[in-house]
């Protein structure tokens, strides 16, 4: 691992894509780079230019300290010397990797490509999409040779979104680069304001990226899958873990629904590469399919509880909307299959989250969105991703709306010991 290292050449660097990626990165170059930050979304580019994230993962103290000059039009890429592309990967319906945007931003960097510019992708992809699919592409768009008119490298992603503990400054970034003097350059401006980690090759490095959350994935697979067994053993997943985790190398993963844009996705890019070389993944696939069923298992269990207790067609209340805590991001989010699965079993759904609007919620969930403090009765209270706002909620809140009916705590945010209405079940993964 390379430390921190003072800059040498003085580039314009130029971010394609102002999302959860590209955003925080920009700001962090602008520190001691001249930087275009680039986005099609006209919205998002004005909001930024009034100092505002739409997204609320930088605050508007510090964009309005970053010195970024936001634009839509991809003619001042022209400008820079140094471009990265932070554009979003997901997957198609045939759980494909999707590379519409990566390839269309490819494109567009190419027919603004300036001779001698380094491009540096961090968008998440299987072995070989960057030099193999973007390169190429690149090359025919601009008429320059890659090697001897400009360079190519990758540095994955590792943006933790809602995290303000592990920010981009103090997580080592991997860099790779199509020869040593790409890669030292792409080494010395993430060196600018973080340590470095330098991958052998360009392939190496993409690797490391979907492995990463291939790991965490299977790991959450396997919590997912104990709590099922311990459930039907009549003990407490949560206990189980805090003696386990006694033992200095064992790894506390928590059971979960896993969704957003990384983790559950992530593992389908490596997957179908593997299966285009005749290898099949078990594992990595197993893995996905338990972690892509677990709203389905979730709604049932609420479900069949409701019924033991003679309630055939419930109300639920849903809390906690977006894939993750304290997190604006609903893209892949689990929570719809969870609501979708209720409402195929018969109940009425509703839900709340403070981050999302009302148009927000019911376009992408299909239910109202209801304070708290509006909220007659429930026949269950559902706390999916525990935002801080819906933290604050007393249990003694809840009681009040709920009589004979269930309370299923995602994260354990509740203490059980506090639910002293005998009448009502709690459940928890």
């Known amino acids: 691992m390379t430390g921190l290292k003072k800059k040498k050449v003085n580039y314009t660097?130029?971010?394609?894509?102002?999302?959860?990626?590209?955003?925080?990165?920009?700001?962090?170059?602008s520190k001691q780079y001249s930087v275009i930050g680039l986005d099609l979304n006209e919205s998002k580019i004005n909001s930024f230019k009034k100092g505002h994230d739409p997204n609320e993962e930088i605050s508007d103290e510090v964009l309005a300290r970053a010195s970024i000059d936001y634009t839509n039009q991809s003619a001042e890429l022209k400008k820079c010397s140094f471009i990265i592309v932070a554009v979003p990967t997901p997957i198609d319906n045939d759980l494909k990797p999707d590379l519409l945007l990566v390839k269309a931003a490819s494109k567009l960097v190419g027919e603004?490509?300036?001779?001698?510019?380094?491009?540096?992708?961090?968008?998440t992809v299987y072995p070989g999409v960057t030099e193999?699919?973007?390169?190429?592409?690149?090359?025919?768009?601009?008429?320059?040779?890659c090697g001897s008119e400009w360079k190519i490298g990758y540095s994955p992603e590792r943006v933790n979104p809602g995290d303000k503990k592990h920010t981009i400054d103090k997580i080592v970034k991997v860099v790779s680069g199509m020869d040593k003097e790409t890669l030292e350059s792409v080494a010395e401006v993430y060196g600018s304001f973080t340590n470095v980690h330098k991958a052998p090759n360009i392939k190496t490095a993409e690797a490391a990226k979907v492995i990463e959350n291939i790991q965490r994935d299977l790991n959450i697979a396997l919590m997912n899958e104990l709590s099922l067994i311990f459930e039907k053993l009549e003990i407490k997943t949560k206990d189980v873990i805090a003696a386990a985790s006694t033992k200095w190398n064992f790894h506390p993963y928590r059971p979960g629904l896993v969704g957003g844009h990384c983790i559950g996705v992530d593992p389908y890019y490596l997957t179908f590469r593997a299966k285009e070389l005749d290898y099949d993944p078990e594992v990595i696939l197993a893995g996905r399919s338990l972690n892509d069923h677990m709203p389905i298992i979730v709604a049932n269990r609420i479900i069949d509880k409701l019924k033991e207790k003679g309630i055939e067609k419930p109300k639920v209340y849903v809390m906690g909307l977006t894939f993750k805590e304290d997190v604006k991001d609903f893209r892949n989010s689990k929570a719809k299959d969870v609501i979708e699965a209720l409402k195929k079993s018969g109940a009425t759904v509703i839900g709340w989250d403070p981050l999302l609007d009302d148009d927000t919620i019911e376009k992408e969930f299909g239910v109202r969105n209801i304070h708290p403090k509006d909220l007659h009765n429930t026949d269950a209270y559902v706390i999916?991703?525990?935002?801080?706002?819906?933290?604050?909620?007393?249990?003694?809140?809840?009681?009040?709306?709920?009589?004979?009916?269930?309370?299923?705590?995602?994260?354990?945010?509740?203490?059980?010991?506090?639910?002293?209405?005998?009448?009502?079940?709690?459940?928890?993964?």
């Open 13 to 29: 660097i130029g971010v394609v894509g102002l999302g959860y990626v590209g955003l925080p990165l920009a700001v962090e170059l």
């Open 132 to 145: 193999d699919i973007c390169q190429p592409i690149i090359e025919q768009a601009s008429g320059l040779k």
């Open 384 to 429: 999916l991703a525990p935002h801080n706002e819906i933290r604050k909620i007393t249990i003694h809140d809840i009681i009040d709306k709920i009589h004979n009916g269930v309370i299923f705590d995602l994260a354990g945010v509740i203490k059980q010991s506090d639910i002293l209405a005998n009448d009502i079940t709690y459940l928890t993964l």
């Open 112 to 123: 603004n490509l300036s001779q001698g510019t380094i491009v540096v992708f961090e968008s």
